[in-house]
C-alpha cells in the first residue's frame, strides 16, 4: 500500500507485477484496532473507499457486484433459505443483500472486528440499512469459535465474507473450519466463501479450497465469477459448496420475480457467472 505526494492511494501486488491505484482527496478516519488497521478515504470518482491493513474492500461504486452476488446466488440455490449466517461482513452490505430475501427469517452477523462496523455506520450509511431489521443480529466475536459451538443442522446458508487468508481471516479457508460448517449446516445446506480473483489464484488458492471443501464432506462445489472493478484484477469469484444439492439449478422463475432491487444479480447474470472458461475447467467444473 502507498499514498504518494499526487493524492492516489495505491495497492500493489509486487508479485504479479500490478497494482490498482485510486485518487483520493481526503483521509477520512483512520483507526488500529487490537485486529487490523482500518481507512476510510474520499476519493475523486469513486466514492469513499475501505481500507483493511492497506487492502482495499470496497468502494461506494462498485462495492454492489460483491455483496450482491455472494448473496443472491447461494440463497436462490437453496430451496427455502431460513436461517442464515455471515462470517466476516462487518461493512454490512451482505446483511443489507441478505435480508431483502422476505422468507429469511433471522440472519447473524459474526465480525471479530466491531471498528470495521462502526467505520461502516459513519462513512457508508447506505451499507447499514438493514442492521436494525429485527431479523438481524451483530455479534463481534471469533467466527470460528462460534461455528465450533453451534448446534447440529441449525443454518440453511453460511455466507463467509471475509479478507485475504491471513491474519484474522486464514483460519477461515481450511479444512478443519469447512467440517465445523459442514456439521453446522442442515441437509440442503449451502456454503459460499469469497474466493479471490480465478486469474491469480486458480492454481493455488481455488484449487486448495475446492479440495478442503469436499475433504469437509461436501459432494458439490462450483465457483462463481463476476467483476469488481477495485479488487486485484478486477476479476473475483465465490465458491459454494452443496451437501448434495445441485448448485447449476436455482430458483429461476423467483429470481426473476424477486421483487427487490438490485444493480448487478439478475437470474442471467447468476447463470452466466455459473459458466467456467477453459483455462480453469479442470479445477473449478463440478463433479
Not at 54 to 60: K, P
Not at 119 to 129: H, K, V
Not at 235 to 263: H, I, N, P, V, Y
Request: net charge negative.
Amino acid at each position: 500500500m502507498a499514498l504518494d505526494e499526487r493524492q492516489w492511494f495505491s495497492e500493489i501486488f509486487g508479485g504479479e507485477g500490478i497494482a490498482l491505484s485510486l485518487k483520493v482527496t481526503a483521509k477520512l478516519h483512520e483507526e488500529q484496532t487490537p485486529f487490523q488497521k482500518i481507512q476510510v478515504y474520499q476519493t475523486e470518482r469513486w466514492g469513499r473507499l475501505l481500507v483493511i491493513d492497506g487492502c482495499v474492500m470496497l468502494t461506494s461504486r462498485d462495492n454492489f457486484t460483491y455483496h450482491e452476488m455472494m448473496a443472491h446466488p447461494a440463497l436462490f440455490t437453496h430451496p427455502q433459505p431460513r436461517e442464515v449466517l455471515i462470517i466476516g461482513g462487518g461493512d454490512c452490505g451482505m446483511l443489507r443483500e441478505v435480508l431483502k430475501h422476505p422468507g429469511v427469517r433471522h440472519c447473524v452477523q459474526v465480525d471479530i472486528d466491531e471498528g470495521v462496523t462502526r467505520a461502516a455506520r459513519e462513512f457508508f450509511p447506505e451499507l447499514c440499512s438493514a442492521n436494525d431489521d429485527p431479523r438481524a443480529e451483530l455479534r463481534f466475536e471469533d467466527g470460528i469459535q462460534y461455528i465450533k459451538d453451534l448446534q447440529d443442522g441449525q443454518l440453511d446458508v453460511v455466507i463467509v465474507d471475509s479478507t485475504d487468508p491471513v491474519g484474522p481471516a486464514e483460519g477461515l479457508f481450511g479444512e478443519a473450519f469447512f467440517r465445523d460448517v459442514y456439521r453446522a449446516l442442515g441437509e440442503d445446506g449451502l456454503l459460499v466463501q469469497q474466493s479471490e480473483s480465478p486469474i491469480l489464484h486458480v492454481d493455488s488458492l481455488l484449487r486448495e479450497l475446492h479440495h478442503a471443501m469436499r475433504g469437509a464432506g461436501f459432494t458439490r462445489v462450483a465457483t462463481l465469477q463476476f467483476p469488481v472493478v477495485s479488487y486485484p484484477t478486477g476479476w473475483w469469484s465465490a465458491t459454494m459448496a452443496a451437501k448434495g444439492g445441485d448448485l447449476t439449478r436455482f430458483r429461476e422463475t423467483e429470481a426473476r420475480t424477486a421483487g427487490f432491487e438490485t444493480q448487478y444479480y439478475s437470474a442471467d447474470t447468476h447463470r452466466g457467472a455459473l459458466a467456467v472458461p477453459p483455462f480453469c475447467r479442470d479445477l473449478l467444473t463440478d463433479q
